[in-house]
């Protein structure tokens, strides 16, 4: 299936995405979708006839343990609520700790790279087939970004994803912003890894701007697309013909004619690029279709994963709670890396719950920064930002008695639902004391 000139749809870009001419087709995030209530922009679009395709961010299927039988469930029902030709997910985990590790369970808010060693491939290879068993649509999985990089790994990133489709019969999702964030970041050459991983196996493209910061690239997709990414871009097009490019963006939302002039900028770079190609090196038509499936791989044993899972637990711990960089790791890097996810933290908390900046004002990073230096999340964002306030509430924060009682208000709006524990019956005799007064 050809998809074409795609963009990301965001509730922010909404009404743009809808408004943007020769957009062939959307990509929207599986976990932000109500399988009760679509959005009334993504309806409007699927009766254009645009197709919808569900990014999953929280399978986490490089993880220790197997996936999750209810998120796969859900992502499932997206698929078919949206009549998708595919979904897609990351190589990434982005939980560690729990029985495997006798330890508690931690959310990474983020997607962090599995180690490319053997072992850690046999645990990404079951669980990727036990993914594809329960999807009623094939599946994609994207290359991430990442500062960086596991001790003693055993395959380049090319060679990784070629033995991953060979084993699975997984498709790919190229990331060619990552392939560059991860040239400046660990020295990768993204050349080299689009000579290594077979090229037909890619599904669709994703292309995104970021920013360079101390020698550092962070994959923001709150920036525009720079010439580096368009440049890699243009070297996976001499490769190969993708089914569909797409242009992603997060945050930091520009006009809608900034976005049409860098949808303009990629197919300009495709064009180009396609001009130098020889004919007919194209995907094959069923790069979106059912792909085959090789005979099942033996199941990864359970002392592999008790062992990723160990490093993993420690690589978290050291990135959310604290803990001293585990060994072969650079410690710099590794604090440049907790900095960034603590930043995305605070940012995709204020999105899911706006009052709280509009609460706390400017107080509200620093707050929030300050919090997540000493409470590593173990649940969704959502959560987060209950504990957040909580936190804030049993401190006697904030100071100003008026902002106080409007986020305890905030507060039992949303957590009356839980089971009172002591911090509850502190919250509760706070907010009596303040209705006191």
Not at 150 to 173: D, N, S
Not at 182 to 194: F, I, K, Q, S, Y
Not at 209 to 225: L, R
Request: aromatic share 4%.
């Amino acid at each position: 299936m050809k998809l074409g000139i795609g963009i990301g749809w965001r509730p922010e870009i909404a009404d743009a995405v809808e408004a943007l001419p020769g957009i062939d087709w959307v990509e929207a995030v599986a976990e932000n979708l109500c399988t009760g209530h679509l959005p009334d922009s993504l309806v409007r679009l699927r009766e254009r006839g645009v197709t919808v395709v569900p990014h999953g961010v929280s399978l986490g299927l490089g993880g220790a343990d197997r996936p999750d039988a209810d998120r796969l469930a859900d992502l499932a029902a997206r698929a078919e609520l949206l009549a998708a030709p595919l979904v897609t997910e990351h190589i990434a985990f982005v939980r560690a700790g729990g029985p495997r590790t006798a330890s508690a369970a931690l959310e990474a808010g983020h997607l962090l790279p599995v180690p490319r060693t053997r072992d850690a491939l046999d645990v990404l290879c079951e669980n990727v087939r036990i993914a594809q068993e329960s999807l009623p649509v094939p599946l994609a999985l994207e290359n991430i970004a990442a500062l960086i990089s596991w001790p003693g790994e055993e395959l380049t990133e090319g060679q990784f994803l070629a033995e991953l489709v060979e084993r699975t019969g997984v498709r790919l999702l190229i990331d060619v912003a990552n392939l560059h964030t991860n040239h400046v970041n660990r020295g990768e050459d993204p050349a080299t890894a689009l000579d290594e991983l077979p090229v037909e196996a890619i599904a669709y493209v994703h292309v995104a701007g970021g920013i360079e910061k101390d020698g550092v690239w962070h994959d923001t997709h709150a920036h525009p697309v720079t010439r580096p990414v368009l440049d890699v871009l243009a070297e996976l097009r001499s490769r190969v013909d993708p089914p569909g490019v797409l242009l992603e963006r997060d945050d930091d939302f520009p006009p809608a004619g900034e976005l049409a002039a860098e949808l303009a900028t990629i197919r300009t770079t495709l064009d180009r690029a396609a001009s130098g190609k020889t004919p007919g090196a194209t995907a094959p038509a069923t790069a979106t279709g059912t792909a085959h499936r090789p005979p099942s791989a033996p199941a990864a044993a359970d002392g592999v994963r008790d062992r990723i899972a160990g490093a993993q637990a420690s690589l978290l711990r050291a990135l959310v709670a604290g803990d001293p960089a585990p060994p072969g790791f650079d410690a710099h890097r590794l604090g440049v890396q907790s900095r960034a996810r603590a930043a995305k933290r605070a940012g995709v908390v204020a999105k899911v719950a706006p009052e709280l900046p509009e609460i706390l004002g400017a107080g509200y990073r620093p707050a929030f920064l300050a919090y997540a230096g000493s409470r590593p999340m173990s649940a969704g964002y959502r959560r987060d930002a209950l504990d957040f306030a909580e936190s804030l509430l049993i401190a006697g924060q904030p100071a100003d008695d008026a902002a106080r009682r409007e986020l305890t208000h905030w507060w039992q709006d949303r957590a009356a639902a839980r089971p009172p524990r002591r911090t509850t019956r502190l919250i509760r005799a706070a907010r009596a004391a303040l209705v006191g007064r």
